[in-house]
């Protein structure tokens, strides 16, 4: 079984994020992935399927210093701030999952992985399977927020949602991203989006009922390093492998500087998600 690497890129733009991403999903056969990385400046993401430019006040964004980028994943809208943020680039046989499980079983594994890590971390979390099917962007009108409804497999602590996650498939493995909030900014999404007021306040009223950030699942500071690592021995632990701490390669790192200025996604030979 390949060592997986592990690549914390700290803080960047949305667009560079975005990038590395897919590019270490175009480089999938040279070894499994666990990154880590954080925003700066803050960002909302919109999924692959949505329409930015529909859904998202860009003059409000960028009067308060937010991008706006669009994800190779799917998904709603995620506002990126008071997070770290994870993402999986592998082959599913990297999880122990076999082709007949498909996306449900990479998502519970990775689901259950982040969740050994937080429960190291001192977090008590849950895994929880869906019960109502994924609603998908349709039209014009915004769709409800990320962190107020459950996609597939999630983690929660509390009743509440910790942890939001996205998955794209492709022929070569799997892209999946999430994130781990940290704090209650994600809450300020609905200021950013073109909605009317009543539904502005029903998504902040939905948000703050749903979701939950990890300052309010532990009793003393969030500290990223010791999360970071928790997390780490959490892939290691579920998975029955070992990590090395890595770098992003020159090749890669010229290629995410290439995608970051198109600044649209890379387009990835999807076999279904």
């Known amino acids: 079984m390949a060592r997986w690497r592990v690549i914390d890129t700290e803080a960047n733009d949305g667009a560079y994020n975005m990038a590395?991403?897919?590019?270490?999903?175009?480089?999938?056969?040279?070894?499994?992935?666990?990154?880590?990385?954080?925003?700066?400046?803050?960002?909302?993401?919109?999924?692959?399927?949505?329409?930015?430019?529909?859904?998202?006040?860009?003059?409000?964004?960028?009067?308060?210093?937010?991008?706006?980028?669009?994800?190779?994943?799917?998904?709603?809208?995620?506002?990126?701030?008071?997070?770290?943020?994870?993402?999986?680039?592998?082959?599913?046989?990297?999880?122990?999952?076999?082709?007949?499980?498909?996306?449900?079983?990479?998502?519970?594994?990775?689901?259950?992985?982040?969740?050994?890590?937080?429960?190291?971390?001192?977090?008590?979390?849950?895994?929880?399977?869906?019960?109502?099917?994924?609603?998908r962007s349709q039209g014009p009108r915004a769709t409800s927020p990320c962190f107020s409804s459950m996609a597939r497999w999630e983690l929660k602590c509390q009743g509440r949602k910790l942890v939001g996650s996205a998955q794209r498939r492709f022929r070569d493995g799997l892209l999946q991203h999430g994130s781990i909030l940290l704090g209650p900014a994600h809450e300020r999404l609905p200021e950013l989006m073109r909605i009317g007021d009543d539904r502005r306040e029903q998504w902040t009223a939905m948000l703050k009922e749903s979701s939950i950030d990890l300052g309010e699942c532990i009793t003393r500071r969030v500290s990223r390093d010791e999360l970071v690592a928790c997390l780490i021995m959490g892939f290691e632990e579920r998975l029955g492998v070992k990590t090395r701490r890595d770098e992003l390669y020159a090749d890669e790192v010229g290629r995410t500087t290439e995608f970051a200025g198109g600044q649209s996604p890379v387009a990835l030979q999807e076999v279904g998600a």
């Open 20 to 135: 590395v991403d897919q590019v270490l999903a175009q480089g999938v056969a040279k070894s499994p992935v666990l990154r880590f990385y954080d925003w700066d400046p803050p960002a909302v993401s919109c999924g692959y399927g949505q329409r930015s430019e529909r859904e998202v006040d860009s003059s409000v964004c960028s009067a308060l210093g937010i991008d706006i980028v669009r994800r190779p994943t799917g998904g709603r809208a995620v506002l990126h701030w008071e997070e770290l943020t994870y993402s999986v680039v592998c082959d599913p046989r990297d999880l122990n999952v076999g082709g007949g499980e498909g996306v449900e079983g990479a998502h519970r594994t990775i689901a259950e992985c982040l969740a050994v890590g937080l429960r190291l971390f001192g977090a008590a979390v849950e895994v929880e399977r869906a019960r109502r099917p994924i609603e």
